[in-house]
């Protein structure tokens, strides 16, 4: 038997309300693990009761510093966290660059209100108390458990707006077969980083999309505005229209990193073409995101800007942990 932490930061799962207002977080974490088993115990605690595309930074490291304070309890054995799907990629990835613990950290939500005819909550929180008692997923990072899947953070996006199971990506390390949880694969782990202060909450890092006729004014306007880094969310393999070349190697001059993702959901940054497109914007300055995200992307720029503002080191950080 295991004894678990659940954290509640709010999201659909503890949402109600269908009237004019709209649906709102309001329920408690107590209140939605009243339908769990006794095969485990556990203990629950609030956070934050909020949909999660009202997050900021400083609530990421709020979250974060949460986890890592039940971590450090020795009766835990592992942490799940309730939360909005619709950034919890960006929570997630930010815990697992931070995680130290052998214990795993086990997010999920749901896709159903609690007060809608079928709330899918109750069945996602049994599934990730479940993985998170799971000796073998010890040493994976921060998971997300969800609809009887289970991904590592790094690299799950949220890729349907309204399905059961809206996250892909990732490593899938196990399934749920009923109440049990089958693990299949191990994730390879970078070593933690370091918990940062709180200036991590202040560091701006805006992402760009570029598409047919954009040019690179709101690029400059994002270094102009404070910004301390920008993901340009290029096109396909990694690539950007008339004038970014310049805008970037401008940034870079400046010292504000410019991150090359792509507005592609899935697939490798791989600088490839000329005429402005990734070869050029490399050769420009830019840092490819290889495998991450532009959302992953930028917790990962701001993560390492607050561990350090030095931006000659920048890249070299950047590549060892993207
Ligand atoms: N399914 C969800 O949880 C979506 C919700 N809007 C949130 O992210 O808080």
Redesign the pocket.
Known sequence: MAHIRILGT????A?RGQGESG?V?SDTTESLTASLGNEHTFTSRDILT?????LDLQDLRAIAEQVHGALAEDDVDGVVVT??????EETAFLLDLLHSSSKPVVFT?????ADSHAPDGPGNIADAVAAAATEQLRDTGVLISFSGTVLTARGAR?AQTTADS?FAGGVQVAHLLGDEVVVTARPQRRPPLPFPGHVFGGIGVEIITAYPGATPALLRHAAADGAKAVVLAGTGIGNAGPGFADAVADLSADGVPVILSSRAPWGPVVPTYGNGGGKDLIRAGAVGSRDLNPFQSRILAALLLALDPATETFAERFTAYS
Not at 83 to 88: E, I
């Open positions: 709010g999201g659909t799962i949402s649906s977080a909020t949909g999660s595309y009202r939360h909005g799907t619709d950034t919890m939500g749901a896709q159903r209100a949220k809206p």
